[in-house]
Every structure is written in structure tokens, then in C-alpha cells.
């Protein structure tokens, strides 16, 4: 953990969000300590990735909303997903970002996280995630993908989930569809040389793929809610963090609520994609074309159930999960 100067962050690409915790195997659980000091403020270290997934971190240390909600914030940016479950568990980070369903699994294997805060959020008219095929593909919709190979970004995430979802609800047995394992930057070139037929990216790699001629033909996500909200990264932090810093959780909730709403207003989309360009790395001209994702503003059960269930339905988790009972409760 290297706090630097000025921002306290730490600039490194990261990877996606959405891959699941997996084989983190620690015995130690720290960054349980009480984190309010005697003159009322609370000291936060937050674990993120480098992407608009999970950004609430920079814009609201950018825009001093957590600084006015008296938390004071260092961020560690990781360069991977796997290391923030293992910043988390090891006290190296007191809160970290990641998908409901990696929370999910990791708690099915004995690690004590719980979920404090929401992060991003799908809604129908900006689902984040689309299946995407290439210039003169003759698959023209989900039916045409049996028996097809579908590159997704991590296996037993939420992607390759819903993308299973889309299938079965769609009358495709998903068994007749391979689905393969690939970083989002090297999808486009398995498309192009004919190793998948599809993919299931993200922006900016969706309007890369659109911009060489490729065509959207469905969005998976619509199949995990209903085509209702859903949040699918969250903040979380252990049990015994969340135990001992009730209203470090209340606080650090009520501030995500308002970087989210600073951060969904379309009159600060300049100053977010700023914020962004500086995270990640990007020039600015690719971050002022960058499409924007939503935030949540609230964290129930209901905007996260439909991940635990599907995560049952296709066997990624043991036995149903209610997902109150993943979320700190947390009081001001």
C-alpha cells in the first residue's frame, strides 16, 4: 500500500471487476481496528481498480465529498481483482470493490466479507455489458449462437452468467454454446481470426469492436433482473471491520449515496471523465467519447438477489444465499 501525495492514490492499470475472488486462502483477517480517531474523523483505506466499474473512489476524493462527510480516504490501487479480496483480508485496505457475486462466492468458502456500499448499476438503457459479433457475421440473434463459441472475460462471473441465462430463457441449451476465457483487449482479434464467434465486452471495447464494423446483438444483463436494476459491484470489507465501525459503515454509506448522485448527474460528466482519464490512464480524447456507466444509490437485497440465484442455478454457489444476509447493517 503507497498512498502518493496530493490525491493518495497509487496510478496502476487494473483488470476487470468482475472476476471472482477464487483461490484467495488467507489466515489472517485484518483492517478490523477501530478507524474513527479522537477528533471524530474517520481514517479509510480503500482497495479499487483502475476502471469506471469501480470509481466512486477517485471522484469522491476529487471532489471532497468524503473529506466533508468527515472520512478521510487513501486509495490503493490494485492491479488486479484477486488483490482486492486479498487487501481486505490481510488489513491492507479496510474497504475494496467487487462483484456481489464474487462477495457471494467468497463468503460460500469461509472468508468473512460483507457488503457496505454499492457501485455500479445496470439499468435497461445502460446495461454495460453487450454480446458482440464482428463485421459480416451471419449470426443475427442469441438463437443463432448454438452450438458457437462465445468469449467472455472471466468463466463464473456474472457475464458468463447471464450470458447462459440469455441462452437458456431464450430456448438455447447454454450446453450447446463454448464459451471460452479471454481478456477484454484480445476479444476482438479472437473474433476477427474466427477462434469465437462472439464476445461479451465492455466499454470502450464495445465501441472499438462497433467502430471495425461489429454489431451488438444482445445484452446479457437484461436476463439477470428481469430487465429490472440491479447493482453488480459493490464495497465491502470483513465482518469484524464492519462489526467494530458501525458508523464508519453508516458514513462511508451515506458519502457513496452522494459521490453516486454527484457522479450520475450528467451536468458533472466533464469533470468525471477527467477524474477518469487521470485513474486510468486514458488520453483525454478517449475518455471525452467514453460512455458512462450509472451508480447506485442504495444497497438491498433486492439488487442483489438475482445474482445469488443465478449463481445457484448454474452451480457456482453450493445452496441459496439470501443476500440480507451479506449486507452490514451499519448505524449514524
Known sequence: MTPIPGALRARR???????LIGAVVLTACGGAAPVTGDDGRIALTMATVASDSCAQGFFGVDQGIFAAHGIDVTLNVVAGVPELAAAVTSGQANVACSAPTAIASGVSQGLPFTMIAPGIAYTRD????NLVVPAGSPIGDVADLAGTTVAVNALNTLPHLASRAMLQDSGVDPESVTFVNLPFPNIAQAMETGQVQSGLLQSPFTENAEAAGGRKIASPYDFVNGGEPFVYTVWFGTTEFAGQNPEAVAQLREAMAEVSEWANDPANADAR?????????????????????NYGTELTPELIQSQLDLQVRFGTLPEPVDAATLIATGTS
Open 13 to 19: 492499470l487494473a483488470g476487470t471487476a468482475t472476476a
Open 126 to 129: 445502460n446495461p454495460g455489458s
Open 273 to 293: 471523465r477527467a477524474s477518469l482519464a487521470a485513474a486510468t490512464g486514458q488520453t483525454a480524447a478517449t475518455a471525452s467519447t467514453a460512455p458512462l456507466s
